[in-house]
């Protein structure tokens, strides 16, 4: 019998991956549905179709590339990211072996590197911090967010963002918060509207509920301590 979780399941056991291996090998990595289906029936456990690609493409897959970048790969990967933004699928298509997972850490890895050179030394009304990888269209920030390795902290922490940046940047904020608002709004409307009222029997079960419990604290309280209903109720 097949288990459903309560919560969403993050780490994948040995024994998941070498049956998703097995799977997917059998059908040739097509049609996830079927996969998936195969694999929770094999492991006992429900996993999506979501969960089992997304594990297989980025982990399992004998033809994954897992060697730190190369120049030329980051070079083509900087190029590009301005036509697919954050559309990372679509960016490791370019790349032969790379998944988009690896290309989204890579990028935030970058760009959380240069903010912590930038930040350096500096007060805290002048510094950087990630909001969106929209960040990346304003052309000031975007050299200083995306500088190699090579370019020396000293030469990133004395750069300082002209008013332009700085107002473009607290645009996104502004954004950011509006969404995050209008978010919370949505979420607490449709909690009110999906409140359901307990039923006839649910009132009676609480209310018999207290009547022990009043019961219980009276006997407890206000008759003697030898009172032989107390350990009727602990009982």
Same mark, same amino acid.
């Given at each position: 019998m097949v288990k459903r979780n309560s919560r969403k399941i993050k780490l994948w056991?040995?024994?998941? !991956?070498?049956?998703?291996? !097995?799977?997917a090998e059998k059908f040739n990595s097509k049609n996830w549905k079927i996969i998936a289906k195969n694999v929770s029936e094999k492991i006992g456990t429900i996993r999506t179709f979501?969960?089992?690609?997304?594990?297989?493409? +980025? /982990?399992?897959?004998?033809?994954?590339?897992?060697?730190?970048?190369? !120049? /030329?790969?980051i070079d083509i990967l900087i190029s590009i990211q301005e036509v697919y933004q954050n559309r990372w699928i679509d960016m490791a298509k370019k790349l032969k072996g790379r998944t988009g997972n690896q290309i989204k850490n890579f990028f935030h890895a970058m760009i959380r590197r240069n903010?912590?050179?930038?930040? %350096?030394? %500096?007060? +805290? !009304?002048?510094?950087?911090?990630?909001?969106?990888?929209?960040?990346?269209? +304003?052309?000031?920030?975007?050299?200083?967010?995306l500088a190699k %390795?090579?370019?020396?902290?000293?030469?990133?922490s004395k750069t300082k963002l002209s008013n332009d940046a700085i107002y473009y940047m607290q645009s996104l904020k502004d954004q %950011?918060?509006?969404?995050?608002?209008?978010k919370n709004a949505v979420y607490a409307a449709?909690?009110?509207?999906?409140?359901?009222l307990p039923t006839e029997d649910e009132i009676m079960t609480k209310c018999s509920f207290e009547n022990i419990f009043n019961m219980y604290q009276y006997c407890t309280e206000y008759l003697l301590p030898t009172c032989s209903i107390q350990n009727l109720f602990l009982s």
């Open positions: 056991a040995l024994e998941e !991956d070498l049956a998703l291996r !097995d799977i979501k969960q089992c690609r997304d594990r297989w493409l +980025n /982990y399992l897959n004998k033809g994954i590339n897992k060697s730190s970048f190369t !120049d /030329y790969e903010i912590r050179k930038f930040n %350096k030394g %500096k007060n +805290n !009304d002048e510094k950087l911090e990630f909001i969106s990888m929209k960040m990346l269209n +304003n052309s000031e920030i975007r050299k200083i967010l %390795k090579n370019v020396p902290r000293a030469i990133i %950011k918060i509006q969404t995050e608002t209008g449709d909690f009110s509207c999906n409140l359901e």
